[in-house]
């Protein structure tokens, strides 16, 4: 455990940022799954909501450095091309 003030402050940051950075990463896991299980339904107006949702999520973990840009391009790319497919 840290002794200086602002080392302990920082550990408490760190905590934080680290929780977010958890939920928003798990946000867009959930979303990419509930967005396949939607496509599988054949439910193209829930498909393209969640994808919708998935893309703005992504975007925003790619502006956070949690997901490399080619990877979250990759992702996007793939979700929409079976969106597309479905109907």
């Known amino acids: 455990m840290a002794n200086i003030q602002s080392s302990k402050k920082a550990i408490k940051v760190i ?4 929780d977010n950075n958890h939920e928003l990463k798990a946000r867009v896991k959930n979303l990419i799954k509930d967005c396949d299980k939607a496509i599988a ?3 193209s107006e829930k498909a393209n909501t969640l994808l919708t949702d998935v893309k703005k999520y992504i975007d925003q973990a790619v502006s956070k450095g949690l997901m490399k840009h080619n990877t979250a391009d990759r992702q996007k790319s793939r979700l929409s091309q079976k969106v597309k497919e479905m109907k």
């Open 15 to 18: 905590a934080k940022k680290t």
């Open 41 to 43: 339904a054949n439910d």
